[in-house]
Protein backbone atom coordinates (compact mmCIF):
# COMPACT_ATOMS: atom_id res chain seq x y z
CA UNK A 1 0.00 0.00 0.00
CA UNK A 2 2.02 3.21 -1.30
CA UNK A 3 1.96 6.59 0.45
CA UNK A 4 0.92 8.23 -2.83
CA UNK A 5 -2.46 7.14 -4.61
CA UNK A 6 -1.95 6.00 -8.89
CA UNK A 7 -3.85 4.63 -11.37
CA UNK A 8 -2.56 0.89 -12.15
CA UNK A 9 -2.89 1.98 -15.97
CA UNK A 10 -3.49 4.42 -18.28
CA UNK A 11 -3.83 3.91 -22.05
CA UNK A 12 -4.34 6.57 -25.23
CA UNK A 13 -3.35 6.53 -28.60
CA UNK A 14 -0.57 8.12 -30.51
CA UNK A 15 -0.74 11.79 -30.83
CA UNK A 16 -3.52 11.62 -27.99
CA UNK A 17 -3.25 13.32 -24.35
CA UNK A 18 -2.97 11.24 -21.31
CA UNK A 19 -2.86 12.51 -17.66
CA UNK A 20 -2.00 10.50 -14.54
CA UNK A 21 -2.96 11.47 -11.09
CA UNK A 22 -0.98 11.27 -7.86
CA UNK A 23 -3.48 11.53 -4.56
CA UNK A 24 -1.22 12.40 -1.03
CA UNK A 25 -2.65 13.48 2.32
CA UNK A 26 -2.10 16.66 4.75
CA UNK A 27 1.08 15.24 5.61
CA UNK A 28 3.09 15.05 2.09
CA UNK A 29 1.72 16.86 -0.86
CA UNK A 30 -1.32 18.64 0.81
CA UNK A 31 1.23 20.14 3.51
CA UNK A 32 3.18 21.98 0.35
CA UNK A 33 5.72 19.81 -0.21
CA UNK A 34 6.80 18.83 -3.70
CA UNK A 35 5.82 16.25 -5.94
CA UNK A 36 8.32 14.81 -8.90
CA UNK A 37 7.72 12.67 -11.33
CA UNK A 38 9.77 9.90 -12.97
CA UNK A 39 9.85 7.63 -16.30
CA UNK A 40 10.73 3.84 -15.32
CA UNK A 41 11.40 1.72 -18.47
CA UNK A 42 12.36 -1.76 -18.01
CA UNK A 43 16.18 -2.68 -16.85
CA UNK A 44 17.57 0.84 -17.15
CA UNK A 45 17.38 3.40 -13.79
CA UNK A 46 14.44 6.08 -13.51
CA UNK A 47 14.62 9.17 -15.43
CA UNK A 48 13.69 12.51 -13.98
CA UNK A 49 11.10 14.22 -15.32
CA UNK A 50 9.08 16.85 -13.51
CA UNK A 51 10.64 18.07 -10.62
CA UNK A 52 9.26 20.60 -7.99
CA UNK A 53 5.72 19.95 -9.24
CA UNK A 54 6.50 21.36 -12.85
CA UNK A 55 9.92 21.94 -14.01
CA UNK A 56 11.41 19.69 -16.44
CA UNK A 57 14.63 18.85 -16.22
CA UNK A 58 16.89 19.54 -19.07
CA UNK A 59 16.35 17.58 -22.55
CA UNK A 60 12.90 16.34 -20.97
CA UNK A 61 9.98 17.64 -24.34
CA UNK A 62 7.76 20.07 -23.49
CA UNK A 63 5.16 17.10 -24.10
CA UNK A 64 5.52 16.29 -20.49
CA UNK A 65 4.16 18.61 -17.96
CA UNK A 66 3.33 18.39 -14.18
CA UNK A 67 0.80 20.25 -11.65
CA UNK A 68 0.21 20.30 -8.14
CA UNK A 69 -3.20 21.54 -6.16
CA UNK A 70 -4.24 20.63 -2.73
CA UNK A 71 -3.63 17.00 -2.05
CA UNK A 72 -3.03 16.00 -5.39
CA UNK A 73 -0.99 16.22 -8.59
CA UNK A 74 -1.03 15.31 -12.27
CA UNK A 75 0.86 14.76 -15.20
CA UNK A 76 0.47 15.47 -18.53
CA UNK A 77 1.48 14.20 -21.69
CA UNK A 78 0.75 15.10 -24.35
CA UNK A 79 1.32 13.86 -28.46
CA UNK A 80 1.72 10.90 -27.19
CA UNK A 81 4.15 8.68 -28.50
CA UNK A 82 5.37 4.84 -28.88
CA UNK A 83 8.58 5.43 -26.98
CA UNK A 84 6.50 6.75 -24.18
CA UNK A 85 5.03 3.24 -23.12
CA UNK A 86 6.62 2.95 -19.97
CA UNK A 87 5.77 2.78 -15.73
CA UNK A 88 5.38 6.31 -14.01
CA UNK A 89 6.03 7.41 -10.41
CA UNK A 90 5.06 10.40 -8.32
CA UNK A 91 7.08 10.87 -5.85
CA UNK A 92 7.04 13.25 -2.50
CA UNK A 93 8.10 14.12 1.03
CA UNK A 94 5.96 12.97 4.16
CA UNK A 95 6.47 14.41 7.52
CA UNK A 96 4.63 11.72 8.95
CA UNK A 97 6.74 9.22 8.69
CA UNK A 98 10.41 10.04 9.87
CA UNK A 99 11.62 12.53 7.43
CA UNK A 100 10.37 9.67 5.04
CA UNK A 101 10.62 10.50 0.61
CA UNK A 102 7.59 8.33 -0.48
CA UNK A 103 6.75 7.04 -3.96
CA UNK A 104 3.04 5.96 -5.58
CA UNK A 105 2.45 2.61 -6.35
CA UNK A 106 3.11 3.46 -10.31
CA UNK A 107 0.94 3.91 -13.88
CA UNK A 108 1.66 1.63 -16.51
CA UNK A 109 0.97 3.79 -19.78
CA UNK A 110 0.21 1.86 -22.70
CA UNK A 111 0.32 3.47 -26.10
CA UNK A 112 -2.35 1.98 -28.07
CA UNK B 1 28.04 15.36 -14.24
CA UNK B 2 28.03 12.78 -10.69
CA UNK B 3 27.53 9.35 -11.83
CA UNK B 4 26.62 6.19 -9.31
CA UNK B 5 27.53 2.99 -9.34
CA UNK B 6 26.30 0.28 -6.89
CA UNK B 7 28.47 -3.17 -6.84
CA UNK B 8 27.39 -5.68 -4.07
CA UNK B 9 26.80 -9.53 -4.12
CA UNK B 10 24.41 -10.24 -6.10
CA UNK B 11 22.86 -13.82 -4.41
CA UNK B 12 22.14 -13.07 0.02
CA UNK B 13 21.60 -16.08 1.80
CA UNK B 14 18.05 -15.96 3.61
CA UNK B 15 19.11 -14.47 7.68
CA UNK B 16 22.37 -12.84 6.44
CA UNK B 17 23.01 -9.11 5.90
CA UNK B 18 22.88 -7.55 2.28
CA UNK B 19 25.33 -4.85 1.87
CA UNK B 20 26.02 -2.51 -0.93
CA UNK B 21 28.20 0.17 -1.94
CA UNK B 22 27.48 3.63 -4.33
CA UNK B 23 30.21 4.81 -5.67
CA UNK B 24 30.14 8.91 -6.80
CA UNK B 25 31.94 10.02 -9.55
CA UNK B 26 32.51 13.08 -11.30
CA UNK B 27 32.22 15.19 -8.52
CA UNK B 28 33.06 14.82 -4.68
CA UNK B 29 30.22 13.23 -2.23
CA UNK B 30 30.90 16.12 0.00
CA UNK B 31 30.16 18.93 -1.62
CA UNK B 32 27.17 20.63 -1.81
CA UNK B 33 25.81 19.18 1.21
CA UNK B 34 23.32 16.48 -0.33
CA UNK B 35 21.54 13.34 0.92
CA UNK B 36 22.66 10.22 -0.90
CA UNK B 37 19.54 7.50 -1.16
CA UNK B 38 19.06 4.06 -1.02
CA UNK B 39 15.74 2.78 -3.34
CA UNK B 40 14.41 -0.54 -4.50
CA UNK B 41 11.75 -2.19 -6.68
CA UNK B 42 10.96 -5.51 -6.25
CA UNK B 43 9.82 -7.96 -9.17
CA UNK B 44 7.07 -6.52 -10.16
CA UNK B 45 6.11 -3.72 -7.38
CA UNK B 46 6.47 -0.33 -6.89
CA UNK B 47 9.39 1.90 -5.87
CA UNK B 48 10.77 1.94 -2.42
CA UNK B 49 12.83 4.50 -0.60
CA UNK B 50 14.65 2.16 2.00
CA UNK B 51 16.78 5.30 3.37
CA UNK B 52 19.69 8.49 2.92
CA UNK B 53 22.32 9.68 4.53
CA UNK B 54 23.45 13.29 5.01
CA UNK B 55 27.33 14.02 3.71
CA UNK B 56 27.70 14.36 7.75
CA UNK B 57 26.60 11.17 8.98
CA UNK B 58 23.09 11.84 9.55
CA UNK B 59 20.53 9.79 8.28
CA UNK B 60 16.81 9.23 7.75
CA UNK B 61 15.29 5.71 7.20
CA UNK B 62 11.86 4.01 5.93
CA UNK B 63 9.97 3.30 9.16
CA UNK B 64 9.18 -0.28 7.87
CA UNK B 65 12.59 -1.12 7.03
CA UNK B 66 14.39 1.27 9.86
CA UNK B 67 15.33 -1.99 12.52
CA UNK B 68 16.97 -3.33 9.94
CA UNK B 69 18.65 -0.75 8.02
CA UNK B 70 22.23 0.72 8.49
CA UNK B 71 23.73 3.44 6.18
CA UNK B 72 27.14 4.56 6.56
CA UNK B 73 29.55 7.10 4.72
CA UNK B 74 33.03 7.29 3.34
CA UNK B 75 33.89 10.64 2.04
CA UNK B 76 37.31 9.81 1.38
CA UNK B 77 36.55 6.44 -1.32
CA UNK B 78 33.39 9.02 -2.54
CA UNK B 79 31.00 6.07 -1.44
CA UNK B 80 28.19 5.46 0.80
CA UNK B 81 26.86 2.06 1.64
CA UNK B 82 23.95 -0.20 2.23
CA UNK B 83 23.47 -2.81 5.08
CA UNK B 84 19.93 -4.30 5.44
CA UNK B 85 20.23 -7.73 7.63
CA UNK B 86 18.17 -10.61 8.42
CA UNK B 87 16.97 -10.63 4.81
CA UNK B 88 13.94 -12.95 3.47
CA UNK B 89 13.30 -13.72 0.03
CA UNK B 90 10.79 -10.52 0.39
CA UNK B 91 13.92 -8.26 0.03
CA UNK B 92 14.66 -9.60 -3.54
CA UNK B 93 14.99 -6.25 -5.91
CA UNK B 94 17.00 -4.12 -8.00
CA UNK B 95 18.91 -1.37 -5.38
CA UNK B 96 19.17 1.83 -7.08
CA UNK B 97 21.67 4.49 -5.43
CA UNK B 98 20.43 7.88 -6.00
CA UNK B 99 21.65 11.79 -5.31
CA UNK B 100 19.06 14.68 -4.19
CA UNK B 101 18.85 16.94 -6.93
CA UNK B 102 18.95 19.50 -5.13
CA UNK B 103 19.77 20.47 -0.84
CA UNK B 104 16.49 21.19 0.60
CA UNK B 105 14.02 18.72 2.49
CA UNK B 106 11.49 17.40 -0.41
CA UNK B 107 13.97 17.24 -3.47
CA UNK B 108 13.99 14.92 -5.85
CA UNK B 109 16.16 12.24 -7.03
CA UNK B 110 18.66 13.11 -9.60
CA UNK B 111 20.61 11.07 -11.03
CA UNK B 112 20.03 7.69 -10.11
CA UNK B 113 22.55 4.18 -10.54
CA UNK B 114 21.58 1.88 -13.18
CA UNK B 115 21.18 -0.35 -10.28
CA UNK B 116 21.85 -3.57 -8.71
CA UNK B 117 19.59 -6.71 -8.73
CA UNK B 118 20.17 -8.31 -5.12
CA UNK B 119 18.61 -11.50 -4.93
CA UNK B 120 17.78 -13.49 -1.86
CA UNK B 121 18.22 -17.74 -1.86
CA UNK B 122 19.69 -20.38 -0.04
Known sequence: QSVLTQPPSVSGAPGQRVTISCTGNSSNIGAGYDVHWYQHLPGTAPKPLIYGNTNRPSGVPDRFSGSKSGTSASLAITGLQAEDEADYYCQSYDSSLSGSKVFGGGTKLTVL | ?122
Not at chain 2, 54 to 64: E, H
Not at chain 2, 85 to 99: F, G, I, L, M, R
Request: hydrophobic residues 30%.
Open chain 2, 1 to 122: QVQLQESGPGLVKPSQTLSLTCTVSGGSISSGRYFWSWIRQPAGKGLEWIGRIYTSGSTNYNPSLKSRVTLSIDTSKNQFSLNLSSVTAADTAVYYCAKDRANMIGSSFDPWGQGTLVTVSS
